[in-house]
Every structure is written in C-alpha cells, then in structure tokens.
C-alpha cells in the first residue's frame, strides 16, 4: 500500500511515521508513506497556497492551482484508489471504514488548513472526505496520521501476531475484554482465576463475556449492546432487533 500525504507541515507528520508500527511496514516494505510540502506547487514568489475568502469573513482559504498541481503530477505516476480529503464535516471515521481502505492499493489524503481548502477541490477532485470526530483541529494532520495508523496496522505482517488486529475493539461490534500481565498477585490485586487456568475453551468464553459485558456497559448504542447476544451469534443480524 502507498499513501500519499499532502500538507503544508510535513515536519508535523515525520514524528508519526518514524516510529514504532508504521516504521516497521515500511521497512518491512509493506507500506509505504510519502509526504508532499503543497508549498512546493505554490503559486508565485511567495510559493502561496491560501488567499483571502470570496465574500469576506476571517481566515484564509487553500486554493486550487497548488493542489491540483500537486494532485495531478502523482496521478501522472501512478492511479489512486482514493483522493481523501480529512475534514470535519466527512464521513465519520471507524473501524469498519479503516478495513475497507486497508484493502486498497494507493491513496492520497489532503490535509487542509486555516479555513480549510475552496469548495471546488472537493467538487471535482475529492473522492472522499473523512472527519476523525465531532471538533475541530487546526490542521488535517494529525488526522491523517490517525486514518493512516489504524489502516496501515491492518496490513497482513505489519502487527508480529496478525490475528491480534482482529480481537481488538470494533472489529466484531464489541469493545475488547480486560487484559492482563504478570504478576498475578500484586499487593492483593489479583488476576481473574480463569486466565490463570490453562484452560483454553473457558478463557475465550470469559472473555467473550467480559466483552459483551463491556459494550452494554460503555457503548450499548453498538450492536452487541442489544440483550439477545448470545455466543455464536451473528453481531449483523442482532443490529436492529
Ligand atoms: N472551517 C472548517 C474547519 C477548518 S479546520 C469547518 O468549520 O468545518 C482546518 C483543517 O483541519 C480542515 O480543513 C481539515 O483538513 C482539518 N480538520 C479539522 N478538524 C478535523 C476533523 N475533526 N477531522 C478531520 N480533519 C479535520
């Protein structure tokens, strides 16, 4: 997978993509992010990208030429799956959204800034738009590293143990259960018996359990929220019973 990031702060993004499980795609050569300085296509001496908003009102806006500059010379390299725009009005992001783009092959995410970027970018050259939660950042970023880590991390080999992606919170409509690590008896703070038991049927029936359990508790509005869950069953078909 490639990933293509437009910004006018590339430094804010090299931290995120110099460590830990996104250093190790690249290195693995699964994945690979490139980072794009939008001032580079910027218009003039100033190199800008932003002007004043048609109609008045604070803030600047991002204009078109530089990005669709900068969008056109990686089309001219190689097809894109996707051109997303991170914005706070897009589609809401989840875990079901990053499966769906781990499944893709090349995608460009455009970070907008100060106002954001002119309406006619997201007419014609966006495919989609994805917003990280219901506020407002200063720029599209730290969003993009946040879409960016929960897709690249799905990636076959990225995580050592690969099915670990596949217990985590979301993935099945349940929250994960509780974990735990040694020692079993901290100063009285003991570890449920059953993880201590060997016992491989009872753990997973447990943490099911614990599972269901926390989804009532803290998220009933997900599916596995709903009373009728037993184990086995299908999260899909429960949703609107
Ligand atoms: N004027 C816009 C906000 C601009 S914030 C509005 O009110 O909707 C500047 C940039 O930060 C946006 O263009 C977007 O790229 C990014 N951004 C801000 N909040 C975001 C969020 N919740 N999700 C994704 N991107 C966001």
Redesign the pocket.
Same mark, same amino acid.
């Given at each position: 997978m490639r990933v293509d990031i437009i910004t006018v702060l590339p430094g804010l993004l090299e931290g995120p993509f110099s460590h830990s499980i996104l250093k190790r795609a690249e290195e693995k050569g699964l994945a690979e992010v490139r980072l794009h300085d939008l001032r580079k296509y910027g218009i003039g001496k100033q190199k800008s990208v932003d002007d004043y908003a048609f109609g008045g009102g604070a !803030?600047m806006v991002?204009m078109v030429e530089p990005i669709i500059r900068c969008i056109s010379d990686l089309k001219d390299q190689r097809d894109y799956d996707e051109v997303i +725009?991170? @914005?706070?009005? !897009?589609e809401r992001f989840t875990q079901s959204m990053a499966n769906g783009l781990s499944l893709k092959q090349n995608l460009i995410i455009?970070? #907008?800034? +100060?106002? !954001?970027?002119d309406e006619r970018v997201r007419e014609h050259l966006i495919t989609r738009e994805? @917003?990280? !939660?219901?506020?407002?950042? @200063? #720029? #599209?970023e730290l969003?993009a590293a946040v879409v960016t880590d929960a897709v690249i991390r799905l990636l076959p080999g990225v995580l050592n143990d690969e099915t670990s992606a596949l217990t985590d919170s979301y993935q099945d409509g349940l929250l994960a259960p509780p974990v735990y690590t040694r020692p079993a008896d901290y100063a009285g703070w003991k570890v449920p018996e059953v993880l201590l038991s060997g016992h491989a049927a009872k753990i997973e029936s447990w943490r099911f359990e614990q599972s269901v359990r926390r989804t009532r508790e803290r998220r009933p509005d997900l599916p596995a929220g709903t009373p009728t869950l037993e184990k086995g069953d299908n999260i899909e078909d429960k949703k609107d019973k």
């Open positions: !803030g991002m +725009y991170m @914005s706070p009005d !897009g455009l970070c #907008g800034h +100060y106002k !954001g970027v994805i @917003s990280i !939660g219901d506020y407002v950042l @200063s #720029g #599209g969003a």
